[in-house]
């Protein structure tokens, strides 16, 4: 059921602007119009903030790097997002989804498109670790902005009865860029360089920007207002429930992190491992998070019970972590690639069940904060993984992942 009440489809006059959306008409199936935008821009900022950690290798080659320095660089990629995304969703609640996307779009394709001509390796120049670290910073700065604009517009122009599905078909995004990623920017760093690297990502962004001015709108509801559910409660920063939810998810986000950061290295240095096995093992486990997250969502909507079926996942990821740490060389890849599908499959059933714990004028600020714990842990594991390698070996790194999950299992106990 859509929450749309206009019948024809979507005819923006010339010169109308975000702030007036009771002057378009929109059909019923516009909708899927916006989803689509919101996986186009979910996966063009996934396609940067998994697929440059998936050049590892290459990016700790060309820019001489070691592995405190590499992950030191990675980590400031989430902690630009984890800084950013609060007051982008804020933001978002304010100004709209349109105006939010657009300006994050647009500048985050115009910092790649300044990495890929200032910050890359040459035959004459090497960048240092502190610029690559602090580009890599504003990048996540400005990508900051995706998440809770795209889960907004989502949550308004689905009902009840979708939310969950469609919810989820946008988390399918993240690891559909994510795998995308994986599987052509490492050989494209080791063929044509960083150069390639940043300017294809800037492009994608670009493409992804021009998608949202030409269809995201806010949806036309009688009296104005956004189409979610009831605004009735308190503010998402001063409700507790909301603060919990977000907690979880940034937990559950920990093992996930430490597969897309560091599961190429692993799988190099630990089981020697060529450039195509471990792209391919990155790209399998996106594709399986993808199909997991989209049958998720729909199995949730429809029996009601989004939060067992997050305590299933928190139990499973704890098992599933358990036996990430590695016994046989010849089953790594496939290790991995289970223990990340495993780690990917809850997203859009508990960003569903945040948005709707919110409320309609809060949507954007409560799916911000959730994503700024998720980039917290974006920030804190690679910076972390290198130290527990030294200090506990691969499978401390791996142990330390089922421990965040099982962290999170008993805040989903207490029903909604």
């Known amino acids: 059921m859509s929450a749309i009440v206009t019948p024809n489809d979507c005819q923006s ?18 909708r ?3 989803l689509g935008i919101g996986v186009a821009a ?17 990016m700790r080659q060309g820019y001489r790097l070691d592995n ?19 007051p982008w969703g804020v933001l978002t609640d304010r100004w709209g989804d349109r105006r939010v996307l657009l300006t994050g779009l647009g500048a985050t394709a115009a910092w790649l498109l300044i990495m890929a001509l200032l910050v890359v390796p040459t035959k004459t120049a090497i960048p240092g670790v502190a610029l690559l670290s602090a580009s890599l910073l504003v990048a996540g700065l ?22 969950g599905f469609a919810m989820s078909i946008r988390q399918t995004a993240v690891p559909l860029g994510g795998g995308l990623g994986a599987l052509v920017l490492p050989s494209l760093a080791l063929a044509l360089g960083f150069t390639a690297v940043f300017g294809l990502l800037a492009a994608v962004s670009a493409l992804a920007a021009c998608f949202a001015w030409r269809w995201l709108h806010e949806p036309p509801v009688e009296g104005g207002g956004h189409a979610t559910a009831a605004t009735s409660g308190p503010a998402p920063l001063r409700n507790i429930e909301v603060w919990r939810i977000s907690t979880a998810i940034g937990l559950l986000c920990f093992p996930q992190v430490a597969v897309l950061t560091f599961a190429s290295v692993f799988l190099h240095d630990f089981a020697g491992m060529g450039t195509w096995v471990t792209s391919a093992s990155l790209a399998a486990v996106q594709t399986g998070a993808m199909v997991m997250r989209v049958w998720s969502g729909r199995f949730t909507d429809r029996h009601g019970n989004r939060r067992p079926f997050l305590r299933v996942c928190s139990l499973w990821l704890l098992v599933t972590g358990a036996a990430g740490i590695p016994a046989l060389m010849p089953l790594l890849p ?9 780690v990917s499959a809850w997203h859009g059933v508990a960003y569903t069940e945040l948005a709707t714990l919110a409320g309609a004028g809060h949507v954007g600020t ?3 904060l959730a994503n700024s714990f998720v980039f917290i842990g974006f920030c804190l594991v690679p910076i972390a993984i290198p130290w ?15 421990i965040c999950a099982a962290l999170a299992w008993p805040i989903f106990l207490r029903p909604a």
């Open 42 to 58: 979910n996966a063009g900022f996934s396609a940067t903030f998994s697929g440059i950690p998936a050049t590892a290798v290459a």
């Open 388 to 402: 527990l390698l030294l200090v506990f070996a691969w499978p401390g790194v791996w142990l330390a992942a089922a």
């Open 366 to 368: 409560a799916l911000s």
């Open 32 to 34: 899927w119009k916006v």
């Open 334 to 342: 496939l290790t991995v690639v289970v223990a990340g599908i495993s």
């Open 13 to 30: 006059p010339a010169g109308d602007t975000a702030g007036a959306p009771t002057r378009r008409a929109f059909g019923p199936n516009h």
């Open 142 to 163: 400005l990508g900051g902005s995706v998440n809770g604009s795209s889960g907004r517009a989502i949550m308004g122009w689905f009902a009840e009865g979708e939310r």
């Open 68 to 86: 405190a320095s590499l992950g030191l660089a990675l980590g400031l990629l989430g902690l630009g997002v984890a800084l950013s995304e609060l």
